[in-house]
Structure formats: structure tokens, C-alpha cells
């Protein structure tokens, strides 16, 4: 049995034909096209490339309440940057479960912080861009979900 591993990488990485089959699935599930062909044809790939890959790649959708995300956030040392932090993911409606900072070396540090999802509303990927765009902030990753 083939074991089956999975990712989270960001839109950048993914290659272009993969994208594609993204928008036919969302022009199929909208309603917008009324059959495979006619959504592969407007996004300009092959049908045989959507069937070859329609079951390997699907959107990162956080939209989903009670959803647990553990994220790595490397931070500069510096005061407030983790009340900032919190305070995005209280925008967000996440609801901490845990934080751990590592000791800060050599002016880093690293946050691992777990987050339950209380809302159905709450976009994960919109909240991660926010909290990367932080001054001190390093990156984030996610390391867990379930």
C-alpha cells in the first residue's frame, strides 16, 4: 500500500498546471461550466491533465470550525512582536491552545503556537499573509493540522 503524504506549500511553488486544474474544479463547482471540457478548454489545459491530477491537489480551504493548526513563527527579539501576533489571530477568531517561545539566539526566536479554528469565517491564509507581514516576523509555517 502506497503511503500518502501531504503538504502545505504556497501558490508560488506550485506548478502551473496544477493551478489550472484548480479553476476547472472551481469553474465545474460553480456552475460556470457545464462540463469538463468546456472548463478545461477556457483554462487551457488538457482534459487527461485534469483527470491525471484532479485527486492530487485541492485548495487550502480554513474556512472550517474546530480545525487545530500548529504554526512555527520565527521572530526577531524584540517587545510586543508576540502581542502582535496574538492579536491577528484574535482578529482571526483563533483560539489559542498553546504558545511556546523558544530562548532567543542571536536576536531569533521561535514561537510554536497552536490554534483551534472557532469560526467558519476565519481565512487562514489571509491571517498567516497578515502576521508575515509583521516587522519582526521572519516566517511562519505550519507544522500541524488537523
Known amino acids: 500500500m502506497e503511503e500518502t503524504n501531504y503538504y502545505v506549500i504556497k501558490k508560488k511553488a506550485v506548478p502551473e498546471v496544477l493551478l489550472k486544474v484548480l479553476e476547472v474544479q472551481k469553474l465545474l463547482d460553480s456552475k460556470q461550466a457545464v462540463s469538463v471540457l468546456e472548463a478545461t478548454e477556457t483554462v487551457g ?36 512582536v508576540m502581542a502582535s501576533i496574538l492579536q491577528i489571530f484574535a482578529e482571526y477568531n483563533a483560539n489559542i491552545l498553546t504558545i ?20 467558519e469565517q476565519t481565512n487562514i491564509s489571509v491571517m498567516i499573509q497578515k502576521v508575515e507581514k509583521i516587522e519582526s516576523v521572519s516566517y511562519v509555517k505550519i507544522i500541524a493540522m488537523e
Open 45 to 80: 489545459i488538457s482534459r487527461s491533465s485534469y483527470y491525471k491530477y484532479k485527486d492530487d491537489i485541492f485548495p487550502f480551504y480554513a474556512k472550517q470550525k474546530g480545525r487545530n493548526i500548529t504554526f512555527v513563527i520565527e521572530v526577531n527579539d524584540q517587545p510586543g
Open 100 to 119: 511556546h517561545q523558544s530562548i532567543p539566539i542571536n536576536g531569533k526566536g521561535l514561537l510554536t503556537v497552536s490554534v483551534d479554528i472557532v469560526s
